[in-house]
């Protein structure tokens, strides 16, 4: 089996990143939804913000092109916690289901692939390009769950994280 690329690794949260999965699960439907003074967002809320971009661009880019949002505010779910344990779960399987069809995808396509397919035509971004982007998009989002599990006193996630 070939080594992952440092892309396929990223879109997973290894190397400086959390792993993806491990920070979004485990959660109580409570913990998903707890606010906390100051801070815009819910665990739940990014969660959900996640997925719907990480679903935008995954039909993106199998095409043809998705037409974007009109507001920021379609990305966003209008409640702070998920309506049940049943509803958390799904949209935690939903998220780890679409890291692994993006890091698939960048394991699977080429250089050449990566580089040439043009996924969004008026921005000119690539297949490459879009996945990176989800890397930083993730990556930001995913710190800001840490931070709040932390602040909830719910770090590390079972599967661990780091606590230095």
């Known amino acids: 089996m070939p080594k992952p690329s440092t892309l396929q690794l990223l879109l997973r949260g290894k190397g400086a990143h959390a792993d993806t999965v491990s920070c979004i699960s485990g959660l109580s439907p409570e913990l998903g939804g707890k606010r906390l003074a100051g801070i815009e967002h819910s665990i739940w809320q990014l969660l959900v913000h996640m997925n719907y971009w990480m679903d935008y661009e995954l039909r993106s880019?199998?095409?043809p092109e998705v037409p974007y949002p009109e507001h920021a505010t379609?990305?966003?779910?209008?409640?702070?916690?998920?309506?049940s344990a049943s509803a958390l779960a799904e949209e935690v399987r939903r998220f780890a289901n679409q890291i692994k069809q993006l890091s698939d995808l960048a394991g699977r396509l080429n250089d050449i692939e990566?580089?040439?397919r043009?996924?969004?035509?008026?921005?000119q971004e690539t297949v490459e390009d879009v996945l990176w982007?989800?890397?930083a998009h993730n990556?930001?989002?995913v710190g800001q769950v840490a931070t709040l599990r932390r602040a909830f006193g719910a770090w590390p996630p079972a599967a661990g994280g780091d606590t230095w």
């Open 118 to 123: 043009v996924v969004h035509p008026a921005k």
């Open 74 to 83: 379609e990305s966003w779910p209008n409640t702070d916690g998920p309506a």
């Open 139 to 141: 990556s930001y989002h």
């Open 61 to 63: 880019i199998a095409g």
């Open 114 to 116: 990566l580089r040439s």
């Open 133 to 135: 982007q989800m890397v």
